[in-house]
C-alpha cells in the first residue's frame, strides 16, 4: 500500500469513528419517519439506504472532532452531529436537481431515480427535520450558546444558497474569471467551518478557540472541495457533464488563463473525453499549469497554519486533524 493510500485510508477510519454513529442514528432517523408508500417516503429512503449509505461520515465527524478538542464530551456533539447530516443532506437533494444529476458513481441520485419534484420536495423534508432538530438540541445549551448556533445555521443556508445562484448564472463558461468561481467555493465551504464551530460551542468553548476552529473548518473545507475540483478533471462523465450543465473544474478556469496551455486545453477539450488519451492529456497540462501549482500550493500552507493554531487544545484530537490534514493533502502529491 502507498503512503498516500495508507493516509487515506487512517482518514477515513478517524471520521467513521467520530461521525459514524451520528450518520447511522439520521439515517434510521429518516427510514423510521417515512414508511409510506407515497413517492416522498420512498425517496428519503432511497436517500437514506443508498445515497448515505456510502457516505463518509465527513460533517458529523467535524462537530465531535471540534467538541473534543475543546474540552467537550463526544456525547454531547452526537445529536447535532446528526442534525448536520439532515441539513446537509437536503442540500445534496437540492443540489442534484440544480446539477441535474441523475447518479452518484454506480447509483442513482433521487432526482435521477423519482424526479425533479420528489427530490425537492424530500430536501425540503430533510431541512425542516434537520433544523428542527438541531433548535431542540440547541434548547439544552445556554441561550448565549443557542442564539449563536442559530446564526450560525442561518448564515451557513444562506452562503449555501447564494453560492448555488451564482454558480447558476455562471454555468458552462470556459472564460470565467477563477476568482469568481473561488467565491462560490469559498461560500460552500461554510458547512465544515459551521461543524466546528458547533463543536466548539457545544463544549462551551471561549470565542477566540471557536473562531480558530471555525478557520480550520473553513480552510478544510475549501481545499476539499479544490480536491473534488480536481478529481472530476480525470473523470470523463463528470467532466463531461460539468462542461455540459455546469461551470469547469476551477483548476482547469486557472490553466486556461495561461494563454500558452489554453491553445492546447481548448482543442482537447472538444474531443472525446471518454478517451483515455485525451484525458490524460488534459490533466497534465492542467496540473503543469505554473498558476494552478501557486494556487493549490497557497491553500495547502493556509490549511496547515490554520492547523498549527490549534495545537494547544486536546492533543489527541489535535493528532486525528493533522492526519485527517496530510490525508487531504495528500491528494495533491
Not at 487512517?10 to 471520521?15: G, V
Not at 459514524?20 to 416522498?40: C, F, M, T, W
Amino acid at each position: 500500500m502507498s503512503s498516500n493510500q495508507a493516509l487515506i485510508r487512517q482518514m477515513k477510519k478517524i471520521f467513521n469513528e467520530n461521525g459514524g454513529v451520528a450518520l447511522k442514528e439520521a439515517r434510521q432517523l429518516i427510514i423510521q419517519s417515512n414508511k409510506g408508500k407515497d413517492v416522498i417516503s420512498q425517496s428519503l429512503r432511497h436517500f437514506s439506504k443508498v445515497t448515505l449509505n456510502n457516505t463518509l461520515p465527513v460533517f458529523p465527524a467535524l462537530v465531535v472532532m471540534s467538541c473534543k478538542a475543546a474540552g467537550g464530551k463526544i456525547e454531547q456533539a452526537i445529536p447535532f452531529g446528526r442534525a448536520i447530516v439532515l441539513i446537509t443532506g437536503a442540500a445534496d437533494l437540492h443540489d442534484d436537481v440544480i446539477d441535474k444529476s441523475t447518479m452518484k458513481g454506480p447509483k442513482p441520485t433521487v432526482f435521477g431515480k423519482f424526479g425533479e419534484d420528489a427530490a425537492v420536495l424530500a430536501g425540503d423534508i430533510l431541512l425542516v427535520d434537520g433544523v428542527t432538530l438541531l433548535y431542540c438540541e440547541c434548547k439544552k445549551l445556554s441561550e448565549v450558546q443557542e442564539h449563536k448556533i442559530r446564526r450560525l445555521v442561518s448564515k451557513a443556508i444562506k452562503d449555501i444558497s447564494m453560492a448555488e445562484t451564482f454558480e447558476n448564472n455562471l454555468r458552462t463558461h470556459l472564460d470565467l474569471p477563477p476568482k469568481e468561481f473561488y467565491k462560490i467555493i469559498s461560500l460552500k465551504a461554510v458547512v465544515p467551518e459551521l461543524t466546528m464551530k458547533i463543536g466548539g460551542l457545544v463544549a462551551g468553548a471561549d470565542p477566540d478557540v471557536i473562531e480558530k476552529l471555525g478557520e480550520y473548518g473553513k480552510a478544510y473545507g475549501i481545499i476539499s472541495l479544490i480536491s473534488d475540483e480536481c478529481a472530476d478533471i480525470f473523470d470523463p462523465t463528470e467532466l463531461s457533464h460539468r462542461l455540459k450543465n455546469e461551470c469547469a473544474p476551477l483548476p482547469l478556469i486557472y490553466a486556461l488563463q495561461n494563454p500558452e496551455y489554453r491553445k492546447t486545453l481548448v482543442p482537447l477539450l472538444k474531443k472525446d473525453l471518454t478517451n483515455a488519451g485525451t484525458l490524460e492529456k488534459i490533466g497534465e497540462l492542467v496540473f503543469d499549469t505554473p498558476e494552478v501549482n501557486a494556487f493549490i500550493e497557497a491553500l495547502s500552507k493556509n490549511l496547515k497554519k490554520k492547523l498549527n493554531r490549534l495545537k494547544e487544545l486536546d492533543k489527541e484530537t489535535w493528532k486525528e486533524l493533522n492526519a485527517v490534514t496530510s490525508a487531504l493533502l495528500s491528494c495533491f502529491s
